[in-house]
């Protein structure tokens, strides 16, 4: 069988895997977990069972369109042209600072208070 790159999701996913075209997926699960976890998710096991099978058929997806040939087609960043809309800048009244901050979480101040992040 043809041996083909990874795609960048499997090396992620299935890190230990060789992707062959042809093949079916390696047999062992993708870290789903790991995946969930990076995207800061809490999910019951109904949840990640639920979108284990979602991100399976996705995963599925992906391998079949990797089975088009595009060496013709050029490479686009929108499928339509995309222009900015741009306008010209514009003084307009602002909240003052009681008004803005009112929802804040945390506050000192007239000034919005927000955890360290830089020692």
Known sequence: MEKREN?????FLYP???????????PLRPNYNLVANLARLA???????????QLDQILAHLD???ELDTRD????????????AFRDDEV???YDSETALQN??????PFFKVPKIIE
């Open 43 to 53: 999910l019951s096991d109904e949840e990640a069972r639920q979108f284990t099978g």
């Open 104 to 109: 804040a979480p945390s506050k000192e101040g």
């Open 7 to 11: 795609h960048f999701l499997e090396k």
């Open 16 to 26: 230990d895997s060789v992707a062959v075209v042809g093949a079916s997926r390696n």
């Open 92 to 94: 307009k009244p602002s």
């Open 73 to 84: 087609v050029p490479p686009t960043r929108h499928a339509i042209d995309v222009v900015n």
């Open 64 to 66: 079949k369109l990797s």
